[in-house]
């Protein structure tokens, strides 16, 4: 790798690892939490078509659709229904969504479509793949990122990590206001309710969910959680192991929007959207599923952490998974979704990742298993 991926990547770690050991010391309550969320999950991947099931039942009853897509191919096909003539399209960062290659096909079909997300947005301009499962321009420093928003503003004078901020927030504020769709992903999903949680902290998921007329969020099945206290659970973990604890927003959405304020009644839409649609991708998760060793694959949580204490992504960034999967988790998920198992050979099983999973992931045995995989 570069002496700017070498700079880039020791800042990251810098400001991210003491950050998370300060917030697992302060709230040690996240602790039991995540015990407790490896259970649900761990229920859920056992008998995921029964969760699927339950899951498009409550989505159903709030008054939103659900979808269940095999693979990548379906899901484009659903996400085109959906989408029909309307053009706008603001996107909040669904790894799930660029794993199916979502945005890529809407722009092919003449889409004007805009990832909100600020790293999601830098490597939309610079036409680069994501490196890092939650900050997918860690790649850049704030020099590189400076001149990838002169794309869009050639008179930018922006240089620090605010003004950067700045230039991005002036941009989508326009594409916001005037999307018609707006397209997530998921960081959790609640089977008894429906509901769909994400987490985020800078405010664009937020307006990405409630400006357009149509939401549509794309996540993998095994989001799903038994119940809307797991989902909690999910945000809670996700949040404190990547050093953003608490989190600046907490996303709710249980269908459409609707108010009760005539006699009591609920009724759809308000001010919000008109529609919510979930689409939950199978695309090799319910396969793993059965695997007495890989099943464990599917209990990551997408925090991001294991990354920063492997010494092999120290070395390969970018380049070590098939994106939008890096780093260790990558290695598994190369595999889950893209049946890639070379990855995985990379790993010189330094144990690290295994030792600071918040789900307990034995990382290090599934990457054994597929290395064996790789061979035949």
């Not at 004078?157 to 002036?170: F, L, Q």
């Amino acid at each position: 790798m570069n002496e700017i991926w070498n700079i880039a990547i020791d800042r990251a770690v810098n400001n991210n690892v003491p950050r998370v050991r300060s917030i697992l010391e302060s709230y040690p309550y996240i602790n039991d939490a995540r015990k407790k969320l490896r259970q649900g999950k761990t229920e859920v991947i056992k008998d995921i078509s029964k969760y699927v099931e339950l899951t498009i039942e409550s989505v159903k009853r709030n008054g939103g659709n659900a979808y269940f897509a095999r693979d990548a191919k379906e899901v484009r096909e659903i996400v085109d229904k959906i989408v029909g003539d309307n053009q706008r399209i603001v996107m909040g960062k669904s790894m799930v969504a660029y794993e199916c290659g979502v945005r890529d096909h809407l722009i092919e079909r003449g889409k004007d479509v805009w990832e909100t997300d600020l790293g999601e947005f830098l490597i939309q301009l610079s036409n680069e793949p994501p490196s890092h499962i939650i900050a997918p321009a860690i790649h850049m420093t704030k020099e590189q990122a400076s001149k990838v928003v002169r794309k869009v503003n050639p008179d930018s004078k922006a240089e620090s990590h605010e003004e950067i901020a700045v230039e991005a927030r002036k941009f989508l504020r326009e594409k916001f206001i005037n999307a018609q769709v707006g397209i997530t992903g998921a960081n959790a999903i609640a089977a008894d309710t429906g509901s769909v949680l994400l987490i985020e902290n800078e405010g664009n998921i937020r307006m990405t969910t409630i400006l357009p007329e149509k939401h549509i969020a794309i996540a993998g099945v095994e989001k799903i959680l038994p119940t809307l206290e797991h989902a909690f659970l999910e945000v809670m973990v996700q949040s404190a192991y990547a050093g953003l604890y608490p989190p600046t927003y907490v996303n709710l959405t249980s269908g459409p929007s609707s108010t009760g304020d005539i006699e009591m009644k609920r009724v759809s839409p308000a001010h919000g959207p008109k529609e919510f649609n979930l689409i939950l991708v199978d695309n090799g998760r319910i396969e793993v599923s059965k695997d007495p060793t890989i099943w464990e694959s599917l209990l990551c949580i997408r925090c991001g952490r294991c990354h920063f204490h492997c010494p092999v992504y120290r070395v390969l960034g970018s380049t070590w998974g098939d994106p939008p999967f890096t780093g260790p988790m990558g290695a598994m998920w190369s595999y889950v979704s893209y049946k890639d198992a070379t990855p995985s050979t990379y790993c010189v099983h330094s144990g690290g990742c295994r030792e600071v999973c918040p789900m307990d992931i034995n990382i290090p045995k599934v990457l054994e298993k597929l290395k064996s995989l790789s061979q035949k």
